[in-house]
């Protein structure tokens, strides 16, 4: 039975509450953006609270004319959203700008609450465009960049540029020939090798050379065994036999450096 | 404070099922809402893009655009408030949502900043337009209340005076 004092309020018209609902919903999806939005930031200053590392680099020698630098980039996600699609683009150019490395890690996605460590493999070649990185200290311009999608509504992009040093393992590499003499009736002729190993690793191989005239078979070939720690330089001679008749004036001395059976060809010498 | 009802007409609710303000306080209210939407719409904006370009940063929108369109959008949103009784609530509720969602659109043209820190090499971007996307359901949905409500004052004038004036 209804109360003779309480009167139910009218039922708004049906115009009336899908305008109202509309209304609703519009101040409803502001409110939960701002809120959403506010928590992603809030999100956003963990993970940078959470410090990115850099692990510890290495270089090796590889057989195809490379020099792999190996590294990792380790991220934290300590917040309620994944980072999608997370990459590293590396790009290294040389000295004079010449293109050495295009390379990208990843992507690879970091789900919320976990850590990664993307591993970093950079092969930098040490032949045609990087051939001068074996014997010449230089700059290297380096264009490193990172992707990633956060929380299904950002995209985000960050990107360094900056120049680094990079110091040859044959620095000011010289393969110089003296003149032939004869020494108990065989003739012979001294090479000497000389370099500053400026590269983050010791020079552990053997140096072979031979010694190119400018026609004919080879006129002498010889090799020193190397252990360059880093940072110390190189200055050697031995007296090679010398192919009798052979005259090097206007050849050139052909050198390589062997390491762990990886062969690395060195710039020639030209005799004068 | 209520002012006399407006006449209702033959097709209008009866007499003392709602209460519509009066003019001046229509407009007093409206200018109280100033304050606030001034500083929401035009202050804060303009005070972090002042600071962005102080220091050298490439603003993501031009301050200019976010003045007119502050100013716009406040004129707007004030006379909803005091035209609300009348015919004009309706068009004048889908003239403010149209033109956020103008507003949205040019920020969203622009949705990628791109921000350089100098001297360091250093470049932050941020593409928020998936965000900007969003948001544009916001003003989508009230442009669609305001278009009921025009169409309810057309076929039903002051049919909705009881609910939003209540007594």
Request: glycine letters at 8%; proline letters at 10%; aromatic letters at 10%.
């Amino acid at each position: 039975m209804a109360s003779p004092l309480y009167h139910k309020p009218p039922t708004p018209p049906g115009l009336y509450r899908a305008a109202r609902a509309f209304r609703r919903l519009s101040t409803i999806a502001l409110v939960v953006l701002i809120v959403f939005v506010a928590f992603v930031a809030y999100s956003a200053v963990q993970i940078v609270k959470a410090k990115p590392s850099v692990g510890s680099t290495s270089d090796t020698y590889e057989p195809n004319d490379t020099i792999e630098v190996t590294s990792s980039f380790g991220l934290s996600n300590p917040t309620y959203f994944a980072i999608q699609d997370f990459a590293l683009h590396f790009r290294i150019l040389n000295g004079s700008g010449g293109l050495l490395v295009d390379s990208t890690t990843g992507p690879d996605s970091i789900p919320a609450g976990q850590s990664a460590v993307l591993p970093i493999d950079l092969y930098v070649p040490i032949s045609a465009t990087g051939a001068s990185l074996l014997t010449q200290n230089q700059y290297l311009e380096w264009n490193v960049w990172g992707n990633a999608s956060y929380a299904y509504l950002f995209t985000v992009s960050i990107g360094v540029q900056t120049e680094r040093s990079w110091g040859a393992p044959f620095d000011n590499l010289t393969v110089t020939v003296g003149t032939p003499f004869l020494e108990g009736g065989v003739e012979e002729i001294p090479v000497t090798v000389m370099f500053a190993n400026d590269a983050s690793y010791a020079d552990e191989g053997d140096l072979n050379f031979q010694v190119v005239p400018a026609a004919g078979p080879d006129c002498a070939t010889g090799g020193f065994a190397v252990d360059v720690p880093a940072g110390e330089g190189y200055d050697q001679t031995t007296d090679v036999p010398i192919a009798s008749g052979c005259d090097p004036s206007g050849g050139h001395v052909a050198s390589e450096y062997v390491e762990n059976g990886i062969t690395i060809p060195l710039p020639s010498e030209a005799i004068p | 404070m209520s002012a006399a009802p407006t006449s209702a007409g033959p097709a209008g609710p009866p007499p003392g099922t709602y209460s519509i303000p009066s003019l001046g306080w229509r407009i007093l209210g409206g200018a109280l809402r100033l304050i606030p939407l001034a500083l929401l719409l035009l202050g804060v904006p303009l005070a972090i893009l002042t600071f962005l370009q102080s220091q050298g940063i490439s603003l993501p929108i031009p301050i200019p655009t976010v003045e007119l369109f502050g100013i716009a959008l406040t004129a707007l949103i004030v006379a909803r408030y005091i035209a609300r009784p009348s015919v004009a609530y309706g068009p004048l509720s889908i003239a403010t949502d149209a033109l956020t969602i103008v507003y949205l659109y040019l920020i969203l043209l622009n949705a990628t900043y791109h921000l350089t820190v100098p001297g360091a090499g250093l470049t932050i971007s941020v593409d928020y337009s998936t965000l900007v996307l969003l948001l544009l359901t916001v003003p989508a949905l009230a442009l669609a209340a305001g278009a009921i409500t025009l169409t309810e004052d057309l076929l039903h004038p002051r049919e909705r005076w009881p609910f939003d004036f209540p007594p």
